[in-house]
Structure formats: structure tokens, C-alpha cells
């Protein structure tokens, strides 16, 4: 008896796409043991137009990775290198061990609906001496003015996204993937994430942050008739562009604390200004359910606009960006206390889009000038990646960048 797919389940209100794959997800009764046929068996396709981990539905645990190639390691290596990954991610995300060697951590356990998405930033280029072939979206995002970003926890020349419903089986995939690692490239920074678990709540639902607030109600969606168009690089690249990138996308990656104390402190009804949407449901304040579109113009008995003027969701709304739009998967984090003793908290804030000068950079210029959100929130690391299209069946991922 099936109670939903991994699409109906996604936190984030994605469905699984045509490369995301889907998984399902067989009802127990709470008084029977959970089978593993429940969250354990869920796989997602390593194959695909798209790499997995982009339209995939949020997986509970997710460990973000980015690494510098070793002095010495060049276009070869990293060749070698996405070429052993991909057959280990692939191995992974369809259950079956690693091999000799294996740690072992992940031996009881199904795939747990795993993906492993890997990315190239501005610097792999340089070192991999293909400057050449780096798409000019790649160019460094501007500065805004409340970035407080640490250089040593953002950038980098590789990128590994890794995701899955099981903490045990996210952190064997990481474990694997490092030691593949070996000479050719070290760790530059890790971040460590989560999200709900799958069925713990009564019904599947947009997943909350750590502010409290339905996150990811507005997102575009794979059945959006525009939804390919904004994500992902087409068949036909524009000019900047390389051949290589097509079935690719644009991964923007911040650490956003949240200044959770100051946050908490404020009543409901302000918080509820701050984003436009009510924190119970995420219903707009202008009424409605949470799907509702937000009535902008609409004002109150006093005159005033109902969803205030620097409300987060009516700044970044795509019809205020001249349609910009970016899809947000982020995980949460929270690496106990920071030392100035409040909560060192956030989101792990990962947005996709086919070109962040029209998806990332304007919303988040307009944000910087006045988001009510701000003074909640800090930006303190930054990495923007090429993630290349999913490999076809006997093609590692990048294989047509590095071939
Ligand atoms: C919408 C929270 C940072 C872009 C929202 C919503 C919430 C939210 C609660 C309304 C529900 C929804 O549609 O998802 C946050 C928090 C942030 C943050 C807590 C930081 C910790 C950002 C950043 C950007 C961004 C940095 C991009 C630069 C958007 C967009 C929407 C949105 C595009 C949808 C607007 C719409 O179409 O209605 N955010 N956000 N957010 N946010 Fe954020």
C-alpha cells in the first residue's frame, strides 16, 4: 500500500522530474517495526538530462563539500577524479556498496533516496587550464552590502552536494567520495544540513526553517510550462555559454545565519510582516490558503499596505524582478553555539537557476537595499558553481568539459 510518492512528499514542494527520478514509499502501522521498505528503499536515477539532487525532493540530511585541487593536479587529474566519483555516486545512489574498502557505515541500509551532485567554480579553470571553456556566468557575483563573507568558507574549485533521508548513508557517500579524493584535490570547507524527515508529519507539506516559517511555497516547479527555461541551460546555449553546459545548471551556495535570538524575540504578528505570509499555514497575509497569489496592492482599513513594502516575499516576488527566478533546495544547519553565545544557525542557502544574473543577483540586490529580512539574517560565505548536465548511461559527470 503506497501513501505517496517522493514528488508528493517533497518538502520543498518539488516533484521529482524527469531526471530526479521518483520513489515511493510503502505505509506501516505505528505499531509494526518501520521496514526498511520505507525510507531506505527510496533510489534516485544517477543518469539523466539533469544531475540528480536539483529537482529531487529535500532529503532530510545533506553534506556540502567544496575542494581545491592539490598543487600539481591539473585537467588529467580532475578528469580522473570526476571519473572515479561518478562511478562511486552511481553505485551509491542505486544501494550497492563501494567496494573494497567500504567503512561499512551504510551496510544495513537502503540508498535512502541518495543524490550526489557535482559542481566546477571560477577557480577550476584557471588550475585545469581551461579558461577557454568557462562560462562567463561564472564571473564573480558582485558585492552586496551586508555580505560578512569568510573567503576560506566560500568558493572553491569543486563542488559536492550530497543529499539523502538517512544521516548514516549521507555520511558514508561523503566519507567514499573524500577518500576517492586521494592526492588529486582537498577539502576547502564542509557545511553539514538538514530537513525534515519523510512522514514526520501527518501530511506531506512544504518543509519550515529554522525561523519557523513555511520555506519554499513560491518556488517555480517542474511542471511549470517555463520551469526547464529558468533552471537549466538549454539544448542551444546562449552566447558565454559553453556546448558542455547544456542540460546544466547554476548553483549560488550561502551559509545565511540567522540571528535567532533577535528573531525570536519578536512577536508573531511582526515576524509575520517581516515575510508577507502568515507562520501558521504561509498563507499570504492578503488571505487566502498558502497557494494563493499575493494580492500586492491591496490595503487595509488604515490605508496602508497589507504586505508591507519591504516584506521579504513581495521584494523577491519574480514579477518585482522582471521575472527572475531561481529554485531554492536549501538544508538548514546549525553547529551549536557561535562564540558571541547565540545559535550558530541558519540555512544553507542553495538556489538553482540557467543564469544568476537573472535569477540570484537581482533579487538578492533588491534584498540587500531594504529586505525587512535583513536585519534577521547574515551572508557570512558565498560559492557559485557550473554544475554540469547528468551523465548519460557509460559518461561520468563533466566528461564532455574535460574529454
Ligand atoms: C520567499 C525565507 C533568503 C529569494 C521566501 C519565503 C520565505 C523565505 C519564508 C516565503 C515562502 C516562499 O515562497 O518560499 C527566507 C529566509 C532567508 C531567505 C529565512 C534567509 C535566511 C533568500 C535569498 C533569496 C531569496 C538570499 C535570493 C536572493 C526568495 C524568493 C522567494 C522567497 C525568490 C519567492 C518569492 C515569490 O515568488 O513569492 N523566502 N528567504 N530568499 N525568497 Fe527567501
Known sequence: ?????????GAAGLVAGAAGGSATYAATRPDEPTALATVGSATVAFHGAHQAGITTPLQARGHLVALDLAPGAGR?????????????????MAGEPVGEGDTGIALDAGPSALTVTFGFGRTFFDVTKLAD????????LPAFSSDHLDARRSNGDLWVQIGSDDSLVAFHALRALLKEAGDAAR??????????????????????????QVDGTNNPKPTDADFDRRIFVPAKPPAGTPGWMTGGSYAVVRRIRMLLDDWDALPVDRQELVIGRRKSDGAPLTGGTETTALALDKTG???????????????SAPEQNGGAA???????????????????????????????????????????????????????????????GGPREGEYVGQRLLE
Open 1 to 9: 500500500r503506497l501513501i505517496g510518492t517522493a514528488g508528493a512528499a
Open 76 to 92: 588529467k587529474e580532475a578528469a580522473a577524479l570526476l571519473r572515479r566519483w561518478s562511478g562511486t555516486a552511481r553505485r551509491l
Open 133 to 140: 571553456r568557462r562560462p562567463s556566468a561564472l564571473d564573480p
Open 187 to 212: 577539502v576547502r570547507w564542509q557545511m553539514n544540513g538538514f530537513n525534515r524527515s519523510p512522514g514526520a508529519t501527518a501530511r506531506p507539506m512544504t518543509a519550515r526553517n529554522l525561523m519557523g
Open 301 to 315: 482599513p488604515d490605508g496602508k499596505l497589507v504586505i508591507p513594502d519591504n516584506a521579504h516575499a513581495r521584494i
Open 326 to 388: 531561481m529554485l531554492r533546495r536549501p538544508f538548514s544547519f546549525h553547529d551549536g553555539i557561535g562564540a558571541d553565545g547565540t545559535p550558530d544557525a541558519g540555512l544553507l542557502f542553495i538556489c538553482w537557476q540557467a543564469d544568476p544574473l537573472r535569477g540570484f543577483v537581482p533579487v538578492q540586490r533588491k534584498l540587500d537595499r531594504g529586505d525587512a529580512l535583513s536585519a534577521f539574517v547574515r551572508h557570512e560565505s558565498s560559492g557559485l558553481y557550473a554544475v554540469p
